[in-house]
C-alpha cells in the first residue's frame, strides 16, 4: 500500500465540525479523512485534491449522515454498588428526603452498598451504565469516586473507572469526589475526615495514577468552602487539576473558589451569582450544566443561562449520571433537557456535549472536527445536528469511530 495514503476516507456527509463560528461549523457534502488516530483532512467533497481512491486505503460512504465528534460526558457518578430505584418508589408514594435519609436512604445506602461490593461486583454493576452511554454516542466519558469515602473503596471505584475504559476502548478521566459526604463512621469527627482525605487519601490514589482531576460538593448539605479550599490546596501542591460541584442547592460562593484556583469547571450552578459568572469568565472555568439532576429533583431555580452567554463562558452539558439526583443513562438526552428545561439552543447544547465537554475536562485533543484531533466520530441517522437534541429517545447512532477505528457500540 502507498505510504502516503490515508487510512480511511468518509464521503457524503455533513459534518457538524463546532470549529470556528458558524452554526455547528456545518459543512455539507462533506468528507474527512482519518490517520493513524487522528483527523487528516476534511473538507467538501469537490475540494477533495484527488480521486478518492487514490488517496485513502478505505473509502465509505454515508450516504449523508450526520458526523459530529464523539460525545463526550464530563460529569459522572457511574461507578457504584446498589440503586435507589426504591427511594424513587417511596418519594411517589409520600415519603420526604428526611424520612428516606431517617431510613438510611440517600448517598449513605449507596456507599454502603459500594463498599460492600467487590471490585468484580463493581465492575459487572458500572458496565451496563457506560455501555448504554457509549451506545449513545459517547466516546470520552468521566468518572468520579465519592461513594467509597475511605482509601480501599476510593481506590476500588477509581481502578474500576479505569477499567471501564480499557474494556469498552473509550477514553475516561477519573475525578477524586472524596468530599461528596461524611461517612458514618465519621460523623462526629469531620475534622478528622476531611484531613483524611486531603493528607491520606488523594496523596495515595495520585501516586497510583488514579487520579486526573479533584472535585468535591460544595453545599451546605456537603463540605464548605474552607473544607473545599484545604483540598484545592493540597490538589495545586500535587499538581492536579481542580472542578467543583458549586451552587446546587444554594449560594456558597463555591464557582468564585474553583474560579480562583484556574479550574476546570463548576457544575450544576443553579445558584450561581452574578460575580460567580465574571469569577468564571476571567478565569476561563466551564460551567457545566446538569438538567438531569434539575429534573429529577423537580427543581425550579435555573441556572443564570443569559449571564453566562453574557460573559461567553463556555456552557457544557453531562448527565450527572448517579442514583440519587440523575439516574440518567443518555448524553443525548441530556442535550436535549438542556434546550427544553434550560432553554439553550441545539447548537449551544451540542457544543456543550462536544467542544466544551473537551475543555471542561482539560483534553484539547478532541471535541471538534479538524486536522489534529483525535478521530473520535459518530455517525447519526439524522439527516440535521437539532435532531440530536429534538428526538426524545430512540437509538439514532449508525457508527462510531474511536481513535480512527470502527468501534462496536
Ligand atoms: N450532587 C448531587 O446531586 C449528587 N451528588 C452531588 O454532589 C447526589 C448523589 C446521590 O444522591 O447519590
Ligand atoms: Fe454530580
Redesign the pocket.
Known amino acids: 500500500m502507498n505510504e502516503s495514503r490515508w487510512d480511511r476516507l468518509l464521503l457524503n456527509a455533513t459534518l457538524a465540525t463546532f470549529a470556528g463560528d458558524a452554526p455547528y461549523g456545518l459543512i455539507e457534502h462533506g468528507a474527512i479523512a482519518l490517520h493513524r488516530g487522528r483527523i487528516a483532512w476534511l473538507g467538501r467533497m469537490d475540494a477533495l485534491p484527488a480521486a478518492p481512491d487514490a488517496l485513502a486505503a478505505a473509502v465509505v460512504s454515508l450516504d449523508g449522515a450526520l458526523l459530529t465528534p464523539g460525545l463526550i460526558d464530563c460529569h459522572t ?1 457511574l461507578v457504584f454498588g446498589g440503586d ?1 430505584a426504591q427511594e424513587f418508589d417511596l418519594r411517589l408514594n409520600g415519603a420526604s428526603y428526611t424520612d428516606i435519609a431517617h431510613a438510611g436512604g ?2 449513605v445506602s ?1 456507599v454502603q452498598a459500594t463498599r460492600a461490593a467487590t471490585e468484580d461486583q463493581l465492575y459487572a454493576q458500572s458496565l451496563p451504565r457506560a455501555q448504554a452511554l457509549h451506545r449513545d454516542g459517547v466516546t470520552t466519558l468521566e468518572i468520579k469516586s465519592g461513594y467509597g469515602l475511605s482509601l480501599d473503596s476510593e481506590r476500588r471505584m477509581l481502578r474500576v473507572a479505569r477499567r471501564l475504559g480499557r474494556e469498552l476502548g473509550i477514553s475516561v478521566r477519573t475525578s477524586f469526589l472524596g468530599l ?1 459526604a461524611l461517612p458514618p463512621e465519621y460523623r462526629d469527627r469531620r475534622d478528622d475526615y476531611v484531613a483524611l482525605v486531603c493528607d491520606e487519601m488523594l496523596p495515595a490514589l495520585a501516586a497510583e495514577g488514579l487520579v486526573d482531576a479533584v472535585d468535591a ?1 460544595c453545599e451546605g448539605i ?1 463540605f464548605s468552602p474552607a473544607e473545599t479550599r484545604r483540598l484545592f490546596e493540597r490538589a495545586q501542591a500535587l499538581g492536579l487539576p481542580v472542578k467543583l ?1 458549586a451552587e ?1 442547592l444554594s449560594d456558597q460562593c463555591g464557582a468564585a473558589l474553583v474560579a480562583e484556583y484556574g479550574g476546570l469547571s463548576a457544575d ?1 450552578l443553579e445558584h450561581l451569582s452574578e460575580s460567580g459568572v465574571r469569577a468564571m469568565a476571567a478565569a476561563g472555568t466551564v460551567a457545566v450544566l446538569l438538567p438531569g ?1 434539575f429534573y429529577a429533583l423537580r427543581e425550579t431555580r435555573l441556572p443564570p443561562i443569559d449571564a453566562l452567554r453574557a460573559q461567553r463562558v463556555p456552557m457544557a452539558v453531562a448527565s ?1 449520571c ?5 439516574p440518567l443513562l443518555s448524553l443525548r438526552l441530556a442535550a436535549g433537557m438542556a434546550c427544553t428545561l434550560f432553554r439553550l439552543t441545539p447548537e449551544e447544547a451540542l457544543r456543550g456535549v462536544t467542544v466544551h465537554a473537551a475543555r471542561a475536562l482539560g483534553l484539547a485533543d478532541r471535541g471538534t472536527l479538524a486536522p489534529g484531533q483525535r478521530a473520535d466520530l459518530v455517525a447519526w441517522n439524522v439527516r440535521a445536528p437539532a435532531e440530536l437534541c429534538y428526538w426524545i429517545g430512540g437509538e439514532l447512532v449508525r457508527e462510531v469511530w474511536i481513535g480512527g477505528e470502527s468501534a462496536p457500540a
Open positions: 457518578h435507589r440517600g448517598i449507596t461528596h460538593f456537603g460541584h446546587q450544576h439532576a450527572d448517579n442514583p440519587g439526583t440523575s
